[in-house]
């Protein structure tokens, strides 16, 4: 990542998986491509005043940690039945005030060919997009006038124009870029470990934390390790001065010195040895960095909110610190299981509030802090945005609104089922119900 073309109406930084090149469920690294995308598009002549801001994902797996479908272009890299490489691409998604999930407009686009693809949507964005109106300028404004099908028709049809410029990608180009991000020297090692086995089976506090923040890597012995941002008390996603020259020292020793961001707001130390596991998770836990948190409910994404945000309609951080606080019994925890809980101070949607499992935005209502909680948001493939329950809540509440909601998929979930799969089966009804059964809240 780079600052180049902050905040400017243009293409902005390009994400990916932050297990990119070390996933089991790969079908292509995707930084080769992203990194391709980013030095075309910086400085791009032609696309450095477009009517608003652009975000590009690009994801190589197969199960999505891109959100993908909530940006302005997603990349979805694909293998062919006869083996070739190609990708899926959707445009139109995004959160803020209109919040939308992407439409794919083109199943199988043979990949030295993106360049010349997001080129011709880009040239169908700059020409027709809304320059006269802030709010309605993003492309998914666009995609949802002209209709996601004449969107493609356009595209298809610059695409058809330009599809052997120059911009097609060639073996020494793919070569050159994917020189940077070649693996690391990876120590050749068995599977399994006798002793990690043993400290799994002795310390119930480790085997947890593996169990939540430790995830599969395709290297033989190694492993990801997801470094927790989400302690109870600490605003989620912040790290001191201190804790990051810890963590550096965390990376050196045991990832071959690099460290990654995830937009769960965690970090990620992408190449450990599974024999240094045990080592590591004593030593993360002392720099309060193992709270093993990773997709349950206090794993909270939270934007700055009001303490720090002069956008911000209410607070954000002091919502999740208690929301934590009321669920800091880690058996409770971790029987409620996956929940994904998105925190904004305002509508800007930087807490992703719209995909949270539980979403909640500060509203301002006559000079007050108020919070709107919507559910049945999710990300990934399976994308939805979330729906508001009913009228807002004072700060004071939410700990206890967050605690119906959660009773309420407890006494009504399936076996194994996930708390948004609950929502998704009965809808919003039964949850409506329980949070609002006491009080009669503000409208
Ligand atoms: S969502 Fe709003 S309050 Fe939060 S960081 Fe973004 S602009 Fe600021």
């Not at 390009?14 to 992203?34: K, N, Y």
């Not at 024999?275 to 349950?296: M, Y």
């Not at 509508?347 to 992703?352: D, I, L």
């Not at 994308?383 to 807002?392: K, Q």
Request: aromatic share 8%.
């Amino acid at each position: 990542m780079h600052a180049i073309q902050t905040s400017g109406n243009c293409v902005r930084n390009i994400t990916a998986d932050h297990f990119a090149g070390i996933a089991p469920d790969e079908v292509i690294d995707p930084r080769p491509l992203a990194e391709i995308l980013r030095q075309w598009s910086t400085f791009h002549p032609e696309f450095n005043y477009l009517p608003r801001k652009f975000k590009i994902a690009i994801n190589g797996a197969t199960a999505d940690r891109t959100a993908l479908l909530l940006h302005d272009i997603g990349l979805l890299a694909l293998r062919s039945d006869d083996g070739e490489i190609g990708i899926r691409v959707s445009v139109g998604g995004g959160m803020g005030r209109t919040p939308m999930i992407g439409h794919v407009i083109r199943e199988f686009l043979p990949w030295r060919q993106v360049l010349n693809y997001v080129e011709a949507i880009l040239r169908v964005y700059n020409l027709h997009g809304r320059r006269d109106n802030l709010w309605k300028a993003r492309i998914k404004i666009l995609v949802k006038a002209l209709g996601a099908q004449e969107f493609a028709r356009q595209v298809e049809e610059e695409f058809e124009a330009t599809k052997d410029s120059p911009s097609v990608i060639t073996d020494e180009e793919f070569a050159r870029v994917a020189a940077f991000f070649k693996p690391p020297r990876y120590a050749k090692l068995p599977e399994g470990d006798p002793e990690l086995e043993r400290n799994l089976a002795d310390s119930r506090a480790f085997s947890r934390w593996v169990e939540r923040n430790v995830h599969p890597h395709r290297q033989p012995g190694y492993a990801a390790v997801t470094l927790s941002l989400k302690k109870t008390g600490a605003p989620p996603g912040d790290a001191t001065s201190g804790q990051m020259e810890f963590v550096a020292d965390l990376a050196d020793r045991y990832s071959f010195g690099e460290l990654r961001v995830s937009h769960e707001q965690n970090l990620i130390l992408a190449d450990v040895r599974r024999s240094d596991l045990f080592r590591l998770w004593l030593e993360a836990k002392s720099g309060g960095l193992a709270t093993p948190n990773v997709g349950l409910l206090t794993n909270i994404i939270a934007c700055p909110g009001g303490d720090f945000c002069s956008l911000a309609n209410a607070k954000s951080i002091p919502i999740a610190e208690a929301i934590q606080h009321r669920f800091d019994d880690l058996d409770y925890l971790h029987d409620i299981g996956e929940l994904d809980l998105n925190i904004s101070g305002c509508m800007n949607s930087c807490g992703h509030h719209h995909i949270g499992h539980i979403g909640i935005l500060g509203v301002d209502k006559n000079g007050a802090e108020w919070y709107q909680v919507s559910i049945g948001g999710a990300q990934g493939d399976n994308a939805s945005l979330g729906h508001v329950i009913g009228p807002s809540f004072a700060a004071a509440e939410m700990p206890d609104v967050v605690s119906r909601l959660v009773e309420t998929y407890i006494d009504l979930r399936h076996p194994d089922e996930r708390f948004v799969d609950t929502v998704h089966r009965l809808g919003i009804a039964p949850f409506k119900a329980r949070v609002y059964r006491e009080e009669a809240y503000a409208a």
